[in-house]
């Protein structure tokens, strides 16, 4: 799936189609293998929760008067902790089938692999034997059979079955579009790959442990929450203990499965049981944006992040420059201008260069000319300069002298020309007053010349992403602050930064200022998020606190992140933090619900207990449930049905619209404080109505 | 209720608002070291300690220095209980503390409880109460305020590695700010008519010819002392009652005040070390929420008058001749509300100081003193120990506040992260463990001690494990607390109650002095506004709400309901 700048809420992403009739059976399934006390003492408030069910369980089979009630209240605190088991692995689920498919991506075929570059024959071994290092040869048709770079060659390769995205790319040696992946397929070209990875450790094979949660650790938010989560089980814990020694003052018999059903609708079953879907629910979130978070502390530093390093290109603009004014100088009339600028760019297929050619059309209805008699120069890095030689050719009907077109940066033609002859001040004075106009204006200036004589200068536009300003605004409201990175110069840099209203902006960005930058604001105390390719960005990914690797860049950066990005998508940052946020509120918000509902619960309950020792406290039982028995079950049977009510709402997420805190606070507070409060009244109320109806207490 | 008790409290209320910021400034200069007028004496005594004025301890040091002087306070104090009958200044001629009262008294002044199993004019000698609770008296107080001063260093310090000098802040505390305070109230005591001699008990004629004796001593040094350092011990058994320790409605305002007087200021104090006193003001106002619905359920309660009474004929309206309500248990000098004024500052303050025999109130008035202390006195609080018990619900609402607008949580500019929840969690665990777990035990083996049946006798007992635990000391009668099961428990709660409370305060305080501060942005949700303030108040009431429920609805509400259908026990 592709995200684009107008892409609302992160929620609206992946939704819930997935879960399927068999996903919801292989749940069900782990759910009941989860019960395993190794896999359930992670889970202090679930461990607590299973023991008092197995408690319950000894007493019921012991007991002879209440057998009935009894036995379904022991049968409904087992139901709660195999809810809270199903909901994790309902979450697991859908990491399971995407795993699924990415170790059918996983070569277990044969390479080619060969001593040196320039080695023609190799020798034939299993994928799963190469080692760091090692050289292999690709061609067309093959599996690439672990992680690499490309060391010589230039091929097209099927990334589809990590990226979902069918058009092929171009990988070549040198530069930033060296790095494979294991698993992918080459399309066309031969390549030959040093591979980085052992079996094992590969991207792909980390990729299956991060959707599968094979490794998953807890977060720092997430222990925190855990503790917490304990502390009120403890508090519960000797609350529901001592109350025997009390009620025996009072003389007041609790049943000892009463004083179970007690302690676990008390404790925070609800968030503890659906925790860790809560966590894995986030991560597949990003995932189904095609992003692979390294860490689940990345995903929840996301969250945290308080300013947002944005590349312009791609990012803040349109990757490609448009045309938008011819600037003639010395006399030259527009046309004429125009007409170089036109003919120099035919051959250019840049986006710029055929943005030229379309402006050119517009202004002036040229005619498609035939290419005879053309000799078109590349643009060279060395020259930093494109251009076109003619000879004579027929231009709407007109033959066209002999004559040379050259464009470019300014300094280049003005050197370039400087060679051969001297230009007049006023026209070299006009030439850089033209420039500056268009660098100020935030646009690239290309100068066109004609046999060494300057026409005058285009004007490339940045084209600001539609929507973006709109999107900053917002960051600023939820307190993010955006950078602009940029190679401009400072003065076209802070045109466009004018324009698209980021916060602040670094012009002529280096990597090491870039670094600089980040360990600045980290040294105020602020969170820093990023994204790169370059092999070069890959100190400053690693400085910052979340560090977004391109898929499409080198293997460096891609180490050097902890998330990478499928779709090579710079604005998704953007949506990241939001994923982070989401991902804290959900387990904030269903914390404070799980609590809330007690008091509710302390109301069916209490009178239930105490109501044989002093018939007053019949007054508490204000939902006026109809016995003491169906009272107690009403509480355990809400409790574990809450569970599952709120499974949908775990893997979704909770509603996120960008705001400040405040808001988000004061609505999250109505919401699920003030839900959590009242919910459970009509939700107990209802159940009770119900149970009493069947006859079950 | 009636416009005369309103206005009692609104007096109280309003001068405590006018003082706070008045004495919180004043704190946070002594605590700044900015306050230099007993430099002179202050240097020689460090010196004496070992210590200087810029010696900065790390937590575990300060944590070290405070338990080993306590320590030592409680052993020395026990020691004198143990030997006073064989040192002077003893003209009642009273013997030895028996050894587990000796315990019990000792922990319970060197904790700042001053929780008394005994009679004081017929137990304690003069020295012991001057040389040995007096000391405690300023000393238990000054070590509140002294971790709560270096909790607010934990705020307000970056990257540091100390929290502060235990010495010197003890030092400060009582030089700066207790002892003038004292001298200054107790010549107003004096003044008023509180007497201040060391001269022995006066014998008096009575109308009917018999022979009365008349209990003297220095009570005005120890009125002030007991109310500023919210210690509560009274001079006399029946406390601030006793027309000598508080003669009129004068100096039964300017008691309250005094007990309010610290710990409000410090929310004060907090504000401004953390460079924003709005903080300081959010937390005032959440004290002052829970005070106020306190003050409105117990006026409320004990004015409405007793319906066991009604039903006998007894006529308890509000009148021209009577002040109406239930006057049972109250001093007719200060009438229903200021008495019941008192008896909520006092729980709320962990002072436990009374005018008006708690045993006696309404069933749901008596419940408001009990809740106070449960709710960790952290309503204004004991010295110190209100605003860092206030700390810990902090912690918890802005960590359950940060998760819901999905950032890590953060407070006055400190990141609170998984080691502050694991030491506030185990800070708040102290209360139920005390008072629930020790309390059941109490209950289980030492029943005898209860006087009433029914749900009042497990309020006396409660109360009492209650006001051990919280440090606060008041008693709510009726329940015999002098025996050697009960001693050694209360002694326990008391210890446990306090430093299971205070090495954790430490430790966070340790650990968020080396954090680095995050600066405020939009997305940090603003902890000085209302929302924050309901949020935290709803925080302490429902930890301390769902912890004490079911033990409240066999005591109090159960007993309330009952009276109201005419059941008695």
Redo the contacts between chains.
């Keep these: 799936m592709s995200s684009s700048l107008s892409t609302g809420s992160p929620s609206k992403g992946p939704g819930l189609s997935w879960i399927t009739r068999r996903v919801l059976a292989e749940a069900a399934v782990d759910a009941v293998r989860k019960l395993d006390p190794r896999s359930l003492i992670r889970n202090p408030v679930l461990f607590a929760t299973a023991v008092v069910a197995l408690v319950s369980t000894i007493l019921t089979v012991r007991e002879t008067t209440h057998l009935v009630v009894m036995a379904q209240i022991t049968a409904w605190l087992w139901f709660t902790v195999l809810f809270a088991t199903f909901a994790e692995a309902i979450a697991e689920g859908r990491g399971k089938a995407q795993a699924d498919s990415l170790r059918r991506a996983r070569s277990d075929g044969v390479a080619q692999r060969i001593p040196s570059i320039d080695a023609v024959q190799g020798d034939s071994v299993p994928a799963h034997l190469l080692r760091t290092g090692d050289l292999v040869v690709c061609t067309a048709g093959d599996i690439i059979p672990g992680d690499g770079d490309v060391v010589s060659g230039i091929a097209t390769v099927d990334e589809s079955a990590i990226t979902g995205e069918s058009a092929p790319v171009i990988r070549e040696s040198g530069g930033d579009r060296c790095a494979v992946t294991g698993g992918t397929r080459v399309v066309s070209d031969r390549i030959i790959i040093r591979i980085t990875a052992n079996p094992g450790e590969s991207f792909l094979d980390r990729m299956i442990q991060m959707v599968e949660g094979a490794k998953r650790q807890k977060t720092p938010n997430e222990i925190a929450l855990t503790i917490l989560l304990s502390g009120l089980t403890l508090i519960f814990l000797i609350v529901v203990a001592s109350l025997p020694v009390f009620a025996l003052w009072s003389k007041a018999e609790l049943p000892p499965v009463f004083l179970a059903a007690l302690f676990v609708t008390l404790i925070p079953t609800t968030i503890g049981g659906l925790l860790s879907a809560i966590g894995i629910a986030g991560m597949d979130r990003l995932v189904g944006f095609n992003v692979i978070a390294k860490s689940g502390r990345a995903v929840e530093a996301a969250g945290d992040i308080d300013v947002l390093l944005l590349d312009k290109t791609g990012t803040i603009t349109l990757g490609a420059r448009q045309a938008a004014e011819f600037l003639p100088v010395g006399g030259v009339s527009e046309r004429d201008l125009a007409e170089a600028a036109f003919l120099s760019s035919l051959a250019d297929e840049t986006p710029e260069g055929k943005s030229v050619v379309a402006l050119a059309r517009t202004r002036f209805s040229f005619p498609d000319p035939s290419r005879e008699g053309m000799t078109f120069l590349p643009f060279s890095a060395h020259t930093r300069m494109s251009g076109v030689s003619l000879s004579g050719i027929s231009w709407g009907g007109v033959m066209t002298a002999v004559s040379e077109i050259r464009k470019g940066a300014a300094d280049a033609i003005l050197k370039s020309i400087g060679e051969r002859r001297s230009l007049p001040t006023a026209l070299t004075r006009e030439l850089t007053a033209a420039v500056e106009r268009v660098a100020k204006a935030g646009g690239t200036p290309l100068v066109v010349a004609r046999d060494d004589r300057p026409l005058g200068v285009i004007y490339l536009k940045d084209i600001i992403k539609p929507g973006i300003r709109e999107r900053f605004a917002t960051l600023r409201e939820m307190g993010i602050k955006t950078v602009m990175i940029t190679g401009d110069n400072p003065l076209t840099a802070a045109a466009i930064a004018a324009e698209a209203g980021v916060d602040d902006v670094l012009a002529e960005a280096t990597p090491e200022k870039k670094l600089e930058l980040i360990r600045d604001y980290q040294q105020g105390g602020r969170l820093v998020a990023m994204c790169g390719d370059g092999s070069n960005d890959a100190p400053a990914l690693a400085q910052a606190d979340v560090g977004v690797a391109m898929n499409t860049g080198t293997q460096a950066a891609r180490e050097a992140g902890n998330m990478v990005d499928l779709d090579s998508d710079p604005t998704k940052l953007i949506e990241i933090v939001m994923i982070g946020k989401q991902l804290l509120m959900s387990r904030g918000s269903l914390t404070t619900f799980s609590i809330a509902n007690d008091v509710a619960k302390y109301f069916a309950i209490i009178p239930a207990l105490f109501i044989t020792a002093y018939p007053q406290l019949q007054a508490l039982n204000i939902m006026g449930l109809s016995s003491p028995q169906s009272a107690v079950l009403s509480a355990i049977i809400f409790n574990a049905l809450i569970i599952i009510a709120l499974i949908p709402l775990a893997l979704r997420g909770v509603r996120y619209r960008p705001a400040n805190a405040a808001t988000l606070l004061k609505r999250n507070l109505l919401v699920y404080g003030l839900g959590g409060l009242i919910v459970p009244f009509a939700g107990l109320k209802a159940i009770d109505m119900i149970i009493t109806a069947l006859g079950l207490a | 209720m009636d416009a005369n008790g309103i206005l009692q409290i609104v007096v109280f209320v309003a001068l405590i608002c006018a003082l706070t910021p008045l004495i919180g400034g004043y704190m946070a200069r002594v605590y700044d070291g900015r306050v230099t007028a007993l430099r002179w004496l202050e240097r020689p005594l460090y010196r004496l300690c070992g210590t200087s004025a810029d010696d900065d301890q790390h937590w575990t040091r300060y944590t070290a220095t405070l338990l080993a002087f306590t320590l030592a306070g409680v052993l020395l104090l026990y020691a004198l209980q143990r030997v006073q009958g064989l040192l002077p200044l003893n003209p009642a001629g009273l013997g030895a503390v028996a050894p587990d009262l000796a315990f019990n008294t000792a922990t319970s002044f060197a904790t700042n409880t001053n929780w008394q199993s005994y009679g004081g004019e017929t137990t304690l000698s003069y020295l012991s109460q001057m040389a040995g609770l007096t000391v405690q008296n300023f000393v238990s107080a000054a070590s509140g305020m002294a971790v709560a001063v270096a909790l607010i260093r934990g705020f307000a310090r970056r990257s540091a590695k100390g929290i502060g000098n235990f010495t010197v802040d003890l030092t400060r505390s009582v030089l700066y700010i207790l002892l003038p305070l004292c001298i200054l109230g107790a010549l107003a005591l004096v003044a008023l008519g509180v007497p201040q001699t060391l001269a022995p008990s006066a014998d008096a004629t009575t109308l009917e010819g018999a022979k009365q004796t008349i209990a003297l001593g220095p009570v005005a040094s120890q009125m002030m002392i007991k109310h500023l350092g919210t210690n509560g011990g009274g001079f006399f058994n029946v406390n601030a009652a006793h027309p000598f320790e508080n003669p009129t409605a004068l100096t039964n305002l300017i008691h309250m005040t005094a007990i309010f007087l610290i710990g409000a200021g410090l929310t004060n104090t907090f504000g401004r070390m953390v460079g924003d006193v709005r903080q300081g003001w959010a937390l005032f106002a959440s004290m002052g929420v829970l005070f106020l619905i306190g003050v409105a359920v117990a006026y409320g309660a004990e004015s409405a008058g007793n319906p066991a009474l009604t039903a006998i004929g007894a006529d308890q309206a509000l009148g021209a001749w009577q002040p109406g309500g239930a006057m049972e248990g109250k001093e007719v000098r200060f009438g229903i509300a200021a008495s019941m004024l008192f008896s909520v500052v006092t729980t709320a303050a962990s002072c436990g100081a009374v005018v008006a025999m708690h045993d006696s109130l309404m069933p749901l008035a008596g419940m408001v003193p009990l809740v106070n202390m449960m709710l960790g006195e952290v309503i204004i609080g004991g010295v110190g120990a209100g605003l860092y018990g206030m700390m810990l619900f902090v912690l ?1 609402a802005v ?10 949580p953060e407070y006055v ?1 400190k990141k ?3 080691r502050e ?2 030491l506030a ?2 800070a ?2 102290a209360f ?2 005390c008072i ?2 020790l ?3 109490a ?2 083996l030492g ?1 005898a001690s209860i006087q009433d049946a ?2 009042h ?2 309020s006396e007992l409660l109360y009492a494990y209650v006001s051990a635990t919280a440090n606060n000391g008041s008693a709510f009668a009726g329940f015999s607390a002098n025996t050697v099961l009960h001693n050694t428990l209360l002694g326990l709660a008391m210890l446990i109650g306090r430093f299971a409370v205070i090495v954790p305060v430490l430790a966070i305080a340790g650990a968020l002095a080396a954090r ?4 405020v ?6 902890t000085h ?1 209302g ?1 924050f303030i309901t ?1 935290l108040t ?1 925080v302490v009431v ?1 930890v301390g ?7 409240l ?2 005591g109090p ?2 007993e309330h ?2 009276l ?2 005419g ?1 008695l026990f």
Aim: no cysteine.
């Design positions: 918890l960590f359950i506040a940060g998760l819901m607008v999905g950032r890590t500019g609170i992260e998984s929840i694991t969690m185990i708040v665990l139920p463990a629930l777990g309390g059941s035990v209950l289980l029943s029914g749900p006798g497990l680095r501060p995050v600066p942005t939009a997305g940090t949700f603003p506004s929302l949020l709803l429902i709400g769902l912890t004490f429920f079911p033990v609805a066999l509400v159960a309901l009952s109201a259908s059941l």
